[in-house]
């Protein structure tokens, strides 16, 4: 389909191939959230969310040129390494949690402890090159319903891996616009208290206020106007 001289269709496809292609690697528990579409809520499972992700078709290129996943990537597709003693161990023991599957980054997260193992299987996530991590954020932000880190993280992380994803969740609601004009201040600010100097002769400090009576006294006056000196 073109749209003002631009194809479109190139890039609904890659995005659905991208989907297609990780799909028979997927092999997780459905977990669902509800969140507000509109006026009502609605509760939807991974799969429904991330059919709404718009992902864009990584290439080789895109794993190569990020600073995290070059060394990986590089190791798993031509078998080459670094040269430097420390990152190529470093790799290659990420490496066995890797797969390169139709040019995608693979990433195969295991349970780690007894309460994950009974909760979860091994998840196989899409690893995300750091130029494309904020806009995929954004989306499951927005379609979440503005969650926070809480409700945002684990949600992503069923589908999606970079290294600072825990961090990027944190921070998003921090600077959505929408977020901040509507949250609720639980420790608003509030206007420094400073002591009165104490005085040290009559009439250095002098206060005064003002009270309304209740009714009018004989002479017609409705307010009493009171003067203290605090030396007093």
């Known amino acids: 389909m073109t749209t003002d001289g631009i194809d479109t269709e190139h890039d609904d496809n890659e995005t659905t191939t991208t989907k297609e292609n990780v799909r028979s690697a997927e092999s997780h528990d459905e977990t669902e959230v509800t969140t507000t579409l509109g006026d009502e809520d609605i509760e ?8 709404r992700i718009s992902v864009p078709q990584f290439t080789a290129a895109d794993y190569l040129a990020d600073p995290f996943f070059k060394t990986i990537y590089s190791y798993l597709q031509n078998d080459v ?16 949690n890797y797969y390169i599957q139709n040019e995608l980054l693979i990433k195969l997260h295991l349970p780690r402890g007894r309460k994950d193992l009974h909760a979860q299987a091994e998840t196989h996530q899409i ?11 954004k989306e499951y932000h927005e379609i979440l319903g503005h969650f926070s880190a809480n409700g945002l993280f684990p949600s992503s992380q069923t589908r999606f891996y970079w290294r600072t994803m825990a961090i990027d969740a944190s921070m998003i609601s921090k600077r959505c616009d929408i977020c901040q004009r509507s949250k609720i201040l639980s420790n608003p600010n509030r206007a420094p208290l400073h002591p009165l100097p104490v005085p040290t002769r009559p009439y250095e400090f002098i206060s005064f206020d003002h009270k309304v ?14 003067f203290v000196d605090h030396f007093s």
């Open 213 to 226: 009576l209740t009714r009018k006294t004989t002479e017609g006056n409705t307010h009493l106007l009171i």
């Open 127 to 137: 690893c995300v090159p750091s130029k494309y991590t904020k806009s995929i954020l």
């Open 81 to 96: 390494l670094t040269g430097d003693e420390q990152t190529d161990r470093k790799t290659l023991l990420l490496a066995e």
């Open 44 to 51: 939807l499972t991974d799969d429904d969310i991330y059919q």
